[in-house]
């Protein structure tokens, strides 16, 4: 059997295609790990620069980039001791604002960023992943966790969210 032929635009046209229908959804993983709206714009700017230049070698390019982003927040954090670290920008994208593409922020949704800027980093980090639709198993394999460690974080995440955004409903289970 032949091997395929090569791609004559070296994956370029399926890369540009992903960037633009993904950047949106790059910017706002960001948001939610707890950079501001132009930090998280940087973050996935030189993260997908990144990942175009090695795109023939990732096989799961919105996990590499969310990766790259990631640690890249997570170096722009370090010199802070997380207990005494400044809470999260408060920078979060206006309804209208064009340089992210169509997201627009309903009072309700800007609530929700609010309470998830609200958590522990590791808490923000699950959510963000998990919002984007990655499962525990997928988070805990790009993040070097265990599946376990993530399910609890996810749990704590989630019963802490209910708390802050449904009072009176989200006491003790």
Known sequence: MAP????????????????????PK??????????????????VQDATTEAFVRRQ???NLGGYVRVSIRNAYFRSVAGARW??????????????????????LADRERRV???IRQLSQRQREVMAWT?????????AELVDATPGAVR??????R???????????????
């Open 83 to 104: 207990e005494n670290a400044e809470p999260p920008s408060e920078d979060l994208p206006a309804p209208e604002d064009p340089s992210i593409g169509s997201i627009e």
């Open 113 to 115: 960023f609010a309470a």
């Open 26 to 43: 790059l910017v706002l993983f960001a948001i939610r790990l707890g950079a501001g709206q132009q930090q998280a714009q940087d973050l």
């Open 4 to 23: 395929p032929p090569p791609d004559p635009d070296d994956g370029r046209a399926r890369f540009a295609e992903w960037y633009d229908r993904d950047w």
């Open 131 to 139: 919002i984007d639709g990655y499962q525990p198993r997928e988070i």
């Open 57 to 59: 070698q990732i096989s």
């Open 159 to 173: 019963k802490r969210l209910k708390d802050r955004l449904l009072p009176g409903l989200g006491g003790e289970d």
């Open 152 to 157: 609890v974080s996810l749990s704590e995440a």
